[in-house]
């Protein structure tokens, strides 16, 4: 069963540090719960949305927001590469670290800056952090930032907070400051046992230097 204690908790999130004490609680038993007890698929479907973005096999992949490395997981399954994980949660990292699917594991939070330096990953992914109390969409700024011009970033936007936080106009700006430009957008199943479902969405980082 799934513990509906820790389910409601991610839902009241208000800031970081009640992500931080949530995923210290529930890292132990977060797999079972959202994969065997929710029927979590996200991680799968953006992975594939990625994969159809990218060209060459020489890649160097930054999962933001990578929990215990659920998305890792699939990609060195579907396509092996290079691929980094950063996280708010260490001991999420530390269940990931097990998988042993990342080149290296890095604690961050996305609603500041990343120690990471500007344009170092080819591609990046986030699924399963722009979603109610999480990250806002102003952390879409962070990942363009460390994401290479010419770069594919895919993510995933819970259905609940796209609207609310109007990551629609959030998205526009970016464009109109060329940021980033749009390149697919579609509604996919998020978490099918909870008639859950997100916006996936892939944006490119233009081959121009970065203000």
């Excluded at 992949?61 to 998305?71: N, Q, R």
């Excluded at 260490?90 to 990342?102: C, F, K, N």
């Excluded at 749009?182 to 978490?191: A, G, S, T």
Aim: charged share 30%; proline share 4%; hydrophobic share 35%.
């Amino acid at each position: 069963m799934v513990n509906d204690s820790h389910l409601k908790r991610a839902y009241a999130l208000k800031n970081p540090k009640d992500a931080e004490a949530l995923y210290r609680d529930w890292a132990a038993s977060y797999d079972k719960d959202v994969v065997d007890g929710l029927g979590y698929v996200a991680p799968q479907e953006s992975v594939k949305v990625l994969l159809s973005h990218l060209k060459g096999h020489e890649k160097t992949i930054i999962d933001v927001g990578c929990g215990t490395g659920l998305v890792g997981d699939v990609i060195q399954n579907e396509h092996p590469m290079v691929c980094d994980g950063l996280d708010l949660s260490p001991e999420m990292l530390d269940i990931a670290r097990d998988r042993g699917s990342y080149r290296n594991l890095l604690t961050g939070d996305l609603t500041s800056r990343l120690d990471l330096e500007d344009d170092l990953y080819d591609a990046a992914i986030c699924v399963g952090t722009f979603t109610s109390g999480h990250v806002g969409p102003d952390g879409l700024r962070e990942i363009i930032r460390i994401t290479k011009p010419g770069g594919i970033i895919c993510f995933t936007v819970n259905e609940n907070v796209y609207e609310d936080q109007d990551y629609d106009q959030a998205l526009s700006s970016l464009e109109d400051e060329g940021l980033c430009r749009r390149i697919e957008q579609h509604e996919m199943d998020y978490i099918p046992k909870e008639g859950l479902r997100a916006q996936v969405i892939t944006i490119g980082v233009p081959e121009v230097v970065k203000n």
